[in-house]
């Protein structure tokens, strides 16, 4: 089904009702780690709804949590909240009771900064520290300096505004290894509503999120449309599973992995997830039609969030420390679901078959290797692996029932050579498929995060 939305600027403030600021407040002091050569960069960014606003949240299946994991999840198993408060620099993470206390004062700083300046307007409605999630990216183990932390909240309070700037700034305070923002907006229709989503995120290490409703991922989306808490939850849980949890870096998956959406309603659309009953004595047609109608704006809602999300995690895959190859991996014919999965992850996260990549190789044995030593149940006598261009139809077979073809060295080293191309398995053993993004793994990756105990910007959490 073709896409019906177009890109347009603001991301998280093009929807209406959102308003964003960032500012520089010195939580990760300078020279004390990676990213402190950067100098005074933004580290702080504020995301704040005009109204309440539908809430869902996803976050890492790591079971050591980060305290804003933790606080953030409860806080978003409501119905509605207001704000969005989020460092880099420190991930408050390992930081035991005095990290959840920071993150919980973190909310109630955020709640009274805001009011405070709201309170300039009429008709604002008081925000309650409940209705404020938190969020922390950056070194583990380190105390917050919560004196820089509340005065950096307050300065970005007086700062919130509308505009694609605003974004712009908040989407860079969230960086930490990250070489460029990531961020998108898309406007749609939905029914007789003008409808937009935005969107910001970061990651560039220590990617492989594992969220499930309950250098780290980070992502922020804002929408305007009017959806109900609970069929927005869910919707988030569809499109993260289709982007952020496809794909992965270097395999490791962060303690503060987090993604968050508000929905405001400001753009007047029929409430999705709303059961809707024609008035009187409506016929069972008028009930089908009805029912019929609600779904198809739910379906075109999810195509647009998905297509969001998606767009946000291959930003993360192609901004990936030292990356130099954007792979599409495809494996196709799988017995089960959890089959299909656990080769991609496999050879996604094969350090042999990274490296290959790096230098432009197509090492189909230690493809094979990798899909073997996978949890998976496979027929080596029937995998075929082979080589396209990045979204090209055009296979290029290198092996064929788990023996290798004709094909020359050169010409499936023209393939894998490219910035971005796409590795297909077909395992011939069921119906089930996987997608997965991933990239190489280069000299660059290591050189990173070697870390040096000479030298103190080398190190980090």
Known sequence: MKNSFRKIPGSIC??????????????????????????PKRDLALIVSDIPAAVGGMFTANQVRA???????????????????????????????????D????????????????????SFRKIAPREVLVCSTGRIGVPMPMANVRRGIGDAARQLARNALSARAAAEAIMTSDTRRKEIAIEFALGDAAVRIGGICKG?????????PHATLLGFLTTDAAVESDRLKRALNEAVAQSFNRITVDGDMSTNDTVLILANGMAGNEPLGCSRRPAGDATRI????????????????QRALNFVTLELAKM?????????????????????????????????????VKTSWFGGDP???????AIGYSKARVDETKVDVGYSGAGSKKITFAVRRGQPTRVGLKTLGAIVGQPEFDLHVFLNAGRHDCVLYTSDLTEEYVEFNKGNLSDPRSLGG
């Open 14 to 39: 093009a929807p209406l009702g959102f308003k964003a600021a960032a500012v520089f407040c010195d939580i990760k002091r300078l020279g004390t780690g990676k990213g402190s050569e950067k100098g």
């Open 67 to 101: 305290a804003p994991v933790k606080v953030s999840a409860k806080n978003a198993s409501a119905k509605f909240a207001r704000a969005i408060v989020v460092n880099s620099g420190n991930a408050n993470a390992c930081t035991g009771t005095r990290g959840l206390r």
């Open 103 to 122: 993150a919980e004062e973190m909310t109630r700083a955020t709640a009274q900064a805001v009011a405070a300046v709201y309170d300039r307007r009429t």
């Open 204 to 212: 560039a290490g220590m990617i492989q999120p594992g969220m499930v």
């Open 286 to 301: 008028m009930q089908s039609e009805s029912l019929r109608t609600a779904k198809r704006l739910q379906n075109i809602f």
């Open 316 to 352: 993360i895959v192609r901004d990936g420390e030292g990356v130099t190859r954007f792979v599409t991996l495809h494996v196709r014919g799988a017995r089960t679901a959890g089959d299909a999965e656990a080769v991609a992850r496999s050879v996604a996260n094969s350090t042999l």
């Open 363 to 369: 090492n189909w044995g230690r493809i094979l290797c």
